[in-house]
């Protein structure tokens, strides 16, 4: 097998079931440990080794952690060029976090970004995690619709019709989610860009623009040998 048909094989298998719980937040994550835990046996499977790799850079004030994760052949030479496969990720460290030692809030930078890069590389489920910054949008507007039907119901308001095509369509969502996902920008990044919360409230007029410019950031990435 070459070094795609190898990492096809442990993507399909790997298991990585969410078995941590937190019990303030009552949810079940997985954290990059177990990913590595799960994935070992199928490396030595396949004769693979994977390798991560942190940098930090400093973005203004701002200091980022860049995890890379490589897939590496481990039956062919390492001066072959077709031996690996890479993916990426970034996690920004905060400013401060209460009770934290600053060695601690580095480490968990690390640890959230390589996750995230083992996410990419292999193909691990990509549902809202509770370590988001998608899944606490959701959550919090979750919580809004919940705290407005516990009011009293008021008269409804008079809604123009015009209203009604304001916002992009279900079909028009999923055409930009499925782009999202050959872009490799995530929902939270776009709903950034756009300064909206959620997004099925992008304006309708901004579908067609939005769309093109994902098309063109998928085409530059391909020229780039990204897929």
Do not use: W
Not at 76 to 81: G, Q, S, V
Not at 156 to 179: F, H, I, N, R
Not at 203 to 211: G, P, T
């Amino acid at each position: 097998m070459n070094v795609y048909e190898k990492l096809a094989e442990v993507q399909f298998s790997l298991n990585a079931p969410k078995n941590r719980q937190n019990k303030f937040g009552g949810y079940s994550y997985r954290s990059c440990e177990d990913i590595l835990e799960a994935v070992k046996p199928l490396l030595k499977k396949v004769k693979a080794t994977i390798i991560l790799k942190d940098s930090i850079y400093q973005i203004g004030d701002r200091y980022y952690v860049h995890a890379e994760a490589f897939f590496i052949d481990t039956e062919k030479p390492r001066d072959e060029i077709l031996n690996m496969v890479a993916a990426d990720a970034y996690a920004r460290e905060p400013e401060e976090k209460k009770g934290t030692d600053p060695a601690q809030i580095s480490g968990a930078s690390s640890s959230y970004a390589r996750k995230y890069a083992l996410n990419a590389l292999l193909l691990v489920d990509d549902l809202k995690d509770p370590d988001t910054d998608e899944y606490k949008i959701e959550q919090d507007a979750k919580a809004a619709k919940a705290e407005k039907a516990k009011k009293p119901a008021k008269e409804a308001p008079k809604v123009d019709a015009s209203d009604l095509d304001k916002y992009v369509t279900d079909e028009q969502l999923k055409t930009l989610e499925m782009l999202l996902s050959r872009a490799d920008v995530t929902p939270a990044k776009f709903c950034q860009i756009y300064n909206i919360t959620l997004m099925s409230e992008l304006e309708a007029d901004k579908y067609e623009s939005a769309r093109e410019k994902l098309e063109t950031a998928i085409k530059v990435k391909e020229k780039k040998g990204g897929n």
